[in-house]
């Protein structure tokens, strides 16, 4: 059973740029949080989606941020014009539907460095 | 929202010592107390876990211990080794918020040979 895959590992962007992360949940699992974390900071809460529904997206900056689960292929985390502080790790957790523990699978993490 | 406070921001312990790293949370309907271990460039991974309905739960060199009445839990490592060096962290899920998991600010523990 394959864990949660990002992709890319790793992406460079120069300012201005676009940005796109994806993410699979693991398989079973139709919730996906999206975490960002910051050189030597901890894990902040960015947007909370079941299949075609954003539940939570209190953590996402107001602007240049999107993201959406389709019903069909992975979540994707887009990020517009990007600036040299949105440089960060992006991690992708799963949990399973109707279980509702609080119980998260992450990613190994797509990191974006903006130059 | 859930806060998540935690203590320390890093701790160094010589091998062989036992490492305690604190948590406190705010929403007291949480009843679900991770801990998870980042290792340099890694994702997140799960060690340790607990519940509302228990106080303390061992699992080898690890035991957390959760005091529901004083919304606070904690970690503890016995006989560190090397590889325990890592940045720790606690969490709690926000139950109004689909529990969506709050994390602590971590901890980088550091064990010495």
């Known amino acids: 059973n394959a864990g949660v895959m990002q992709n890319p590992r790793h992406l460079v962007r120069r300012r201005g740029q676009e940005a796109r992360l994806r993410c699979s949940p693991m398989k079973g699992h139709s919730h996906v949080y999206w975490y960002r974390q910051l050189p030597e900071e901890g894990l902040k809460f960015m947007v909370y989606l079941q299949k075609e529904n954003i539940i939570d997206e209190s953590g996402m900056p107001k602007e240049r941020f999107s993201a959406e689960f389709p019903k069909e292929g992975p979540s994707i985390l887009r990020i517009q014009q990007v600036v040299r502080g949105d440089s960060a790790a992006y991690f992708c957790?799963?949990?399973?539907?109707?279980?509702?523990?609080?119980?998260?699978?992450f990613g190994e993490g797509s990191r974006l460095t903006v130059l | 929202g859930e806060n998540v406070e935690q203590h320390p921001s890093t701790l160094s312990v010589q091998e062989g010592d036992s490492a305690v790293i604190k948590c406190t949370y705010s929403?007291?309907?949480?009843?679900?107390f991770p801990w998870y271990k980042q290792e340099l460039g890694k994702r997140p991974q799960l060690i340790i876990d607990?519940?509302?309905?228990?106080g303390e739960k061992k699992d080898q060199r690890i035991a957390v211990t959760l005091n529901k009445t004083a919304k606070h839990f904690s970690l503890h490592i016995t006989e560190t080794q090397p590889e325990d060096s890592a940045v720790y962290f606690c969490?709690?899920?926000?139950?109004?918020?689909?529990?969506?998991?709050?994390f602590g600010g971590g901890t980088r523990v550091l064990v010495k040979p």
């Open positions: 957790a799963s949990s399973p539907a109707g279980r509702n523990t609080g119980e998260l699978f």
């Open positions: 929403d007291s309907a949480s009843n679900y």
């Open positions: 607990i519940r509302s309905n228990v």
């Open positions: 969490a709690a899920p926000y139950k109004a918020a689909g529990n969506k998991l709050t």
